[in-house]
């Protein structure tokens, strides 16, 4: 849960610095190289398993509004909203028509990882304590672990960039052999304009 | 109050508790032979009872509430492979990522290929990969009692050799209750299957209740999200 949020919220960062990730596969670094105020867009997520014979697949769609608040949401095949806003980070689930808060594994963790993406959205991703970037000549940006630990969760991550635009046209996460979690973006919208996204957006469904 | 007072309704306390924790697992009860069976209803009862199993090669993935007896609760998703004789699982967060993952082999080896804690210890593996027998797998049949209970529903005994008893009781609407005692006849898990449903032409319950009992019990409230025959 803890790499996970790691993950979405990077991905969110990601789609967030989209002119920051460009200048990175140039390897020419800018920082804060635009102001973004918001970034939405919806996904579909792929999970590949060895043991799946069908990959699982869940659809869904994220809310960023700067400085730091993030609604990030499964419409299927489990209803679920993440939620962070101003450092309060919660998750719901929806079980018989309600959205129900979950306790479980990993809230507190998100806690910590929460402090490191903070850091990620004032810098450069180059500087990341968490994962060492290449970028490659295909448009691919290739994100390892620095820690054994978390390597030991998550082998590595590949971000994909839409040629002109910048923005992101999926991430897959590799977790080991044959098991991998890709989502693919669309309809992404960056500083959407004449609509401001109420805070609202990222309190308790 | 005084101490001695206090400790009295300790005790009258802990007496309830214990009372409760008897009714919550009650033993065995007793199961009368049909006074006469024709054959052919020995085997129409055998074969519903069967059928509350699937065999072959199926994929389920379920939406899984998991939820302990101090109230808190989790929701994972889980996939269980029917593969023959092989017996695959994983667990998931909601978000797509595993948790664990494990194989049974046919030889009855459990290979776990990924546990991300708290899932990474034998005692997790073992219990789980018990659990998703009981849930997936029918018992054998060397040993089997077809009778009926004081109200006259039917029910299917099984002995198998480790003294594991279970019950089975299918309703004429396809759900079907499973009883499963330990060998000194203390009620261990409880499975209520609801009705089925027809999905890629297969009839599938959509509704699992697993219940496991004990000092660490446990509730799994399961939804059927997909099943795929391949």
Redesign the interface.
Known sequence: ?K??LTV?LLCAFVLMTQAQVRAQAQAQVQKNSISVESVQAYFT?E?Q??????P?I?KGRFVFKAPGSLRWE?FS??R?V?LMDDGHISKF?K?DGKFIE?????VDSMRIILSEITGWLDGDITDTPTFRVQSRDDGFIILTPRDATLAK?ISRIELKLLDQSGLMESVTIY??PG?L?RMMFSATVLNEKGRKIPQESFKKP | MSVKHKNIVLVLYLLLLSSCTVFQTPNLPEIIEWQSMSESTHRQIQQKCEQNYFQGHYQFVHSIVFERTNGLSTTVIGVTVIDGETLKTGLLGVEGFVLFEAVLTKEKELVVNRALPPFDNSEFAEGLMRDVQILFRAPPDDNLFIGHLVDGTPVCRYFQQEGQITDIIVHEDGSSRVNVYDPSYEHIRTIITGSRIVVNEEMIPETIEFEAYGLRGYTLNMTLISVDKM
Do not use: D, N, V
């Open positions: 849960m790499s996970l979405l997520q999970k398993l060895p043991i799946l014979a069908r699982i869940s499964y095949p489990i679920t993440l689930i079980r979950e306790h479980g594994m990993g969760i977790e080991g098991s979690t």
